[in-house]
C-alpha cells in the first residue's frame, strides 16, 4: 500500500475512489451468506455528489448487487450514526496515540477500528433517540446539551431501553412549531 496525501478531495477523486477501490472492496469482501443488498450512508459535502453516469449505474448493480446511496440529514451530524457512535469511538482509540506521519497516522487508525467493540453498537439507537428528543425540544436547532445517559450502567442494572419514551407535549408543540414555520403568509 502506497499512502498519498490528495490536496484536494474533488469529484474526480470521489469518483475514482467509489469505481476503482470502494464498490471493489464491497464486492470482493461480502460474504456470500449475505443478500447482495447494499446501503451506503452517504453525507453532503460538496464533491461528494452521487455520480450518475452509466459506467457508475452499471457499477452498482454489477455480480447480482443493488448498492445504493442514502444521504444523512444536512447539518445534522447528531443524526449520523457514524459521526455519532462508531467514529467518535475509533478517534477517542486513535487520539491515544501520537504518529509521526501520514502512515502511522493510517497504521493507528486501522489499529483503532480494529479494536473498536461492535457490542457498543448496541447503544447506538437509544443515543440516536435521545439526541431526537432534545432536536424536538430544541425547535429543530442544535443548542442542547449533549444527553449522557450512561447506557452501561442501565444495561448492568437489566434497565436499558430499547425505545426511549418521549413525552406526548413534546411532539405536539415540535409539530405546532413546525405547522407555523410552512404556513404560508397571505
Known amino acids: 500500500m502506497v499512502t498519498k496525501a490528495l490536496q484536494n ?10 469505481l476503482n477501490k470502494f464498490i471493489p472492496a464491497v464486492v470482493s469482501n461480502w460474504p456470500e451468506s449475505l443478500p447482495k443488498n447494499v446501503i451506503i ?27 445504493q446511496f442514502v444521504f444523512q440529514p444536512a447539518q445534522s451530524p447528531d443524526l449520523n450514526v457514524l459521526d455519532l457512535v462508531l467514529f467518535r469511538s475509533i478517534q477517542s482509540l486513535q487520539y ?14 486501522i489499529e483503532s477500528y480494529n479494536t473498536f467493540k461492535p457490542e457498543v453498537n448496541k447503544y447506538i439507537s437509544v443515543t440516536l433517540q435521545r439526541f431526537m428528543i432534545k432536536i424536538l425540544k430544541a425547535q429543530g436547532g442544535n443548542k442542547y446539551n449533549i444527553p449522557h445517559m450512561n447506557n452501561k450502567k442501565l444495561e448492568n442494572m437489566g434497565i436499558l431501553p430499547d425505545k426511549v419514551k418521549v413525552q406526548k407535549e413534546v411532539v405536539l408543540e415540535a409539530i405546532e412549531y413546525l405547522n407555523t414555520m410552512f404556513r404560508p403568509t397571505p
Not at 478531495?9 to 467509489?18: F, G, K, P, S, W
Open 9 to 18: 478531495v474533488n469529484r474526480e477523486v470521489i469518483r475514482d475512489m467509489l
Open 96 to 109: 491515544q496515540s501520537f504518529p509521526k506521519n501520514l502512515d502511522e497516522l493510517v497504521e493507528k487508525v
Open 41 to 67: 450512508q452517504w453525507d453532503n459535502a460538496m464533491p461528494h455528489q452521487i455520480p450518475r453516469y452509466e459506467e457508475f449505474m452499471a457499477t452498482r448493480t454489477a455480480n447480482g448487487f443493488n448498492i
